[in-house]
């Protein structure tokens, strides 16, 4: 199984439906992060948690509701989203928040988002 | 000004050759530095990290490190169809994942 596993891997959706993303870690970290990947622009980071704790939030907004029950799971609640919000939606984790020894992220496969 | 920047290329180099990638960054407080490789559809993967002024071997890549001209790159050598993907690279305030700034990536093709 893979270290970080993101359901679906492809949504289509119109502004004013309701979906979920999905992200399961199989790594035993205790940080989790969303980004976002558009064409032609850097990785933003979204969200960061941290022992299921909200630590970041990047001026992200509230159309985007992320969630995170336990430290295995995260997910990205969307409501009434636009079409520039079509984009690769990254799941990752890393053993540690502010103190990594490597800074490593694993990413999953991400979620390709796109907003009719 | 763009917080780390990185030409998007596409960059091509025959095989065998070196590739050399070039990042530069903003943030003179930025103390760790990361490249990751994205091949198309895949996820992004770290291939190296640095964190003093110099360079840092391993394998056939080498990251070249100058906090003074704010600078970073990547030499990939005896290049290899397989490294064909976009190198993305990353700069952090701290040693951790405070927050990770990434590039808009460099594409590299490997030409047989």
């Known amino acids: 199984e893979t270290g970080v596993t993101q359901t679906p891997r492809h949504l289509v959706m119109g502004m004013t439906n309701k979906k979920s993303l999905k992200c399961e870690q199989h790594?035993?970290?205790?940080?989790m992060y969303w980004y976002k990947q558009s064409a032609k622009k850097p990785l933003e980071l979204m969200f960061v948690?941290?022992?299921?704790?909200?630590?970041e939030n990047n001026s992200v907004p509230s159309r985007f509701s992320p969630e995170c029950p336990n430290s295995s799971h995260l997910f990205l609640h969307l409501h009434t989203l636009q079409p520039e919000d079509s984009a690769l939606y990254l799941c990752?984790?890393?053993?540690?928040?502010?103190?990594?020894?490597?800074?490593?992220?694993?990413f999953g496969e991400g979620s390709r988002l796109t907003v009719l | 000004q763009k917080e780390v920047e990185q030409n998007s290329g596409p960059l091509s180099v025959p095989e065998g050759a070196i590739a050399s990638l070039n990042c530069t960054y903003s943030?003179?407080?930025?103390?760790?530095f990361f490249w990751y490789r994205q091949y198309s559809g895949k996820s992004p993967e770290l291939i190296m990290f640095i964190y003093s002024n110099g360079d840092k071997e391993d394998g056939r890549f080498t990251a070249q490190l100058n906090k003074a001209s704010q600078y970073v790159s990547l030499l990939i050598r005896d290049s290899q169809p397989s490294d064909s993907a976009t190198y993305l690279c990353?700069?952090?305030?701290?040693?951790?994942?405070?927050?990770?700034?990434f590039g808009t990536g460099t594409r590299l093709t490997i030409i047989p």
């Open positions: 943030d003179r407080g930025s103390q760790s």
């Open positions: 790594l035993g970290h205790n940080a």
């Open positions: 948690y941290s022992l299921e704790e909200r630590v």
């Open positions: 990353a700069v952090n305030r701290g040693f951790g994942n405070e927050k990770l700034t």
């Open positions: 990752a984790s890393s053993q540690e928040f502010k103190v990594s020894p490597t800074g490593e992220l694993f």
